[in-house]
């Protein structure tokens, strides 16, 4: 019984909301950027979309790497465990992709035009 | 750690820019050179321009990441026992409404509070302003 | 097939400096003063009458004995329960206990729920009024060429979106005119507003509706009768069936704390 169980866990929610902000704010600052990477590079269609895609994981790798890492594997968890910061191990991995997807087409839009003028 | 964070950003924003400088100069320059005579997108850009703008993302990213905020546990008895151990002297922060103990309202609440230590703490108070 | 070569089109550079840059600071700072003006409108909640607060507590009262029964212990709980659902059902906490029956008044006759809706209305302003202004500015004054190229493919579909008054029939869609430049700056801005406002900003609208869609139903809805409200209140108590989290707690401790 998981509604049982949450009530002898009970789940901060004050803290659910600083992490999904702190990892919100991050992905989108670092899609921006991404944008400006892929339109200097000047890529196109597909690639472009790997290229974010394949940044944005790394970006929530080094997130766990440096923030989550030291006190969830001191905590006994097994690695890539994001339980204890986050309710689901998606989102950690994949909400970022699409919180920061219309800004990422912005910037590229924008240095693909500036490079490519 | 977090010191790290802007030098870091600064340093990659830079050879970031640097970077699209270099991309622009080359399609302006190929698009008008003669022995390019094709359409600019069709010329690739040269090796070092790839290399550097990756690297500067991934250094910015590498920045960004270490200057964002810490997350909390969110179950609550590992939570409740951070703030214990660590204490909530985190100093004027933003998010210090989340991190201080929840429970402090009660420690202090009026009908605990212990006047005899009060009173000897404002005793010594006195002393040390003679 | 042959491949089609693609098309390329010869630009000012100028555009850039006289098209993009403009369209954007104005975005980036509409956006700005959305969020200052929201701060500025933000109204201190109108002091309530009593005994209005009192039927809103009590009936908050009721719903959070309601979730949160499983900390009490049995007997604490079945005297809040008796409690409650007899103040409930006798319509002790009703703000006027003598129109028990009577229809709700209208909520538009409701000077308080008029307060609500003007505070909704200015959001709505907020909102309508600079995008209404932006957008004829764009299309008053950029309008009718192609300013950039998505890097991208999209479908043919786009084509009468993206190069409003453009009218050339075989321009690869991709082409996109300075409208869909500020449909994009609408969505993408975020990050921007993240870095100069900080996380918790009022500019985006994305994020203000999303807020609005969630914004959950407060605990008296105008329009309802408050008493068939506490009726249900009630009905829901009644029905609870209670255990207690300390229930086999010795257990659950010697199981954690086993070697």
């Known amino acids: 019984m998981s509604e049982q169980e949450l009530q002898i866990n009970p789940i901060v929610q004050d803290s659910v909301a600083h992490n999904t902000k702190t990892l919100t704010n991050l992905h989108s600052l670092t899609a921006s950027l991404f944008g400006v990477g892929a339109g200097i590079l000047g890529l196109e269609s597909y690639y472009g979309f790997l290229f974010y895609i394949a940044f944005s994981i790394t970006t929530s790798l080094l997130f766990y790497i440096l923030q989550i890492a030291p006190s969830s594997l001191g905590e006994g968890r097994t690695v890539l465990d994001s339980g204890r910061y986050y309710r689901g191990a998606l989102e950690l991995w994949t909400s970022g992709i699409f919180n920061g997807l219309p800004g990422f087409i912005l910037t590229w839009t924008l240095f693909y035009g500036l490079v490519r003028a | 750690m977090a010191w790290l964070s802007r030098p870091l950003t600064v340093i990659g924003l830079v050879i970031l820019a640097h970077g699209c400088y270099s991309a622009h100069e080359h399609t302006v320059l190929s698009s008008t050179s003669v022995q390019h005579p094709t359409s600019p997108s069709a010329t690739s850009l040269p090796l070092d321009i790839y290399i550097e703008t990756i690297a500067a993302t991934l250094l910015i990213c590498l920045g960004l990441v270490l200057g964002s905020g810490t997350p909390e546990p969110i179950q609550w008895h590992t939570w409740a026992g951070k703030i214990e151990r660590e204490g909530d002297s985190t100093s004027g922060d933003a998010d210090k409404e989340l991190r201080s103990n929840p429970f402090n309202a009660l420690e202090a609440r009026s009908g605990f509070i212990n006047i005899s230590k009060l009173r000897s703490d404002f005793v010594k108070y006195q002393q040390l302003g003679k | 097939m042959a491949q089609l070569p693609a098309q390329t089109l010869h630009r000012d550079p100028q555009l850039f400096y006289w098209i993009l840059i403009p369209i954007t600071v104005v975005m980036v700072l509409t956006g700005v003063l959305r969020h200052y003006a929201s701060v500025l409108m933000t109204t201190t909640p109108k002091k309530a009458d009593i005994k209005a607060i009192r039927e809103q507590r009590a009936l908050a009262h009721g719903a959070s004995l309601r979730t949160n029964y499983h900390v009490l212990s049995r007997k604490a709980f079945e005297t809040r329960r008796d409690f409650l659902i007899e103040g409930f059902e006798s319509g ?143 009905e829901n108590l009644a029905v609870i069936e209670h255990y207690s989290v300390l229930d086999g707690i010795e257990e659950r401790l010697l199981e954690r704390i086993k070697v």
């Not at chain 3, 538009?108 to 600079?130: L, Q």
């Not at chain 3, 309008?143 to 050339?168: C, D, E, H, N, R």
């Not at chain 3, 870095?195 to 914004?215: R, W």
Request: some cysteine; aromatic content about 12%.
């Open chain 3, 92 to 234: 002790a906490y009703l703000k006027a206990p003598n129109q028990k029956g009577q229809p709700p008044a209208n909520p538009m006759s409701d000077p308080n729920a008029m307060e609500g809706m003007m505070g909704m209305m200015k959001n709505n302003m907020a909102m309508m009024i600079p995008n209404t202004l932006i957008m004829s500015w764009i299309n008053a004054f950029f309008s009718g060429y192609a300013i950039m190229k998505l890097p991208f493919p999209i479908t043919i579909k786009f084509k009468s979106m993206l190069q409003a008054g453009v009218l050339t029939k075989d321009m690869d869609p991709r082409w996109m005119s300075s409208i869909s430049w500020y449909f994009l700056c609408i969505f993408g801005l975020q990050f921007v507003y993240v870095f100069l406002l900080g996380s918790d900003n009022a500019a985006s609208q994305i994020a203000q509706q999303m807020q609005q869609q969630q914004m959950p139903v407060g605990p008296m809805a105008p329009g309802q009768d408050p008493h068939k409200m506490f009726k249900a209140e009630a």
